[in-house]
T-cell receptor, first 115, second 113 residues
Framework: GAVVSQHPSWVICKSGTSVKIECRSL??????MFWYRQFPKQSLMLMAT?????????EQGVEKDKFLINHASLTLSTLTVTSAHPEDSSFYIC???????????FGSGTRLTVV | DQQVKQNSPSLSVQEGRISILNCDYT??????FLWYKKYPAEGPTFLIS?????DKNEDGRFTVFLNKSAKHLSLHIVPSQPGDSAVYFC????????????FGKGTRLSVIA
């Protein structure tokens, strides 16, 4: 089946630094990638939608200059958290549209802790 | 305003019995619904889905029922097994695969041996 590989699975960084999270579709071409964020005991909240070769569409309240999304190829999308702060600590998950009947495959998630 | 609601944060069921997880939605444009199972610090795992043109879909121990008039769906797991213990998320979209999923807050299922 369709697989999305997400790295790193966890990362600890200092305040003010930037962190890059990668999602790769391993055996299919992902024209659309969705980035979600989950706080403890909360739902997965959509942050942005990215289409290959075009700018990402951000949800209301998500700072595009802080959460940089690049989707330069059909198999790779990256999310960079710039100038990270402790309140950015969260679980970030990507999801790719596969075009199949059920349409979505998720990465394994990245636990970001900003200290 | 939450478009997908899972009003029960937790559910405990005896092994071998039926687990019923409920989900309500408000957006009548949703036409595709999915259930995911999730463990802490892992991505969601797809379980089963249903299109709005159906009212039931079954896959092994998992059955999803959709009541469009009530904007309600439910996931039945029978028989429940201890390995089913996880958080279950209901999700919905307008067009399968091309629009983002909207998730409920999840229900933590505990299956007791």
């Amino acid at each position: 089946g369709a697989v999305v590989s997400q790295h790193p699975s966890w990362v600890i960084c200092k305040s003010g630094t930037s962190v890059k999270i990668e999602c790769r579709s391993l055996d299919f071409q992902a024209t659309t990638m969705f980035w979600y964020r989950q706080f403890p005991k909360q739902s997965l909240m959509l942050m942005a939608t990215s289409n290959e070769g075009s700018k990402a569409t951000y949800e209301q309240g998500v700072e595009k200059d802080k959460f940089l999304i690049n989707h330069a190829s059909l198999t790779l999308s990256t999310l960079t958290v710039t100038s990270a702060h402790p309140e950015d600590s969260s679980f970030y998950i990507c999801s790719a549209s596969t075009g199949s009947n059920y349409g979505y495959t998720f990465g394994s998630g990245t636990r970001l802790t900003v200290v | 305003d939450q478009q997908v609601k899972q009003n029960s944060p937790s559910l405990s069921v005896q092994e071998g019995r039926i687990s019923i997880l409920n989900c309500d939605y408000t957006n009548s444009m949703f036409d595709y619904f999915l259930w995911y199972k999730k463990y802490p610090a892992e991505g969601p795992t797809f379980l089963i889905s249903i299109s709005s043109i159906k009212d039931k879909n079954e896959d092994g121990r998992f059955t999803v029922f959709l009541n469009k008039s009530a904007k309600h769906l439910s996931l039945h797991i029978v028989p429940s097994q201890p390995g089913d213990s996880a958080v279950y998320f209901c999700a919905a979209s307008v067009v399968a695969g091309n629009t983002p999923l909207v998730f409920g807050k999840g229900t933590r299922l505990s299956v007791i041996a």
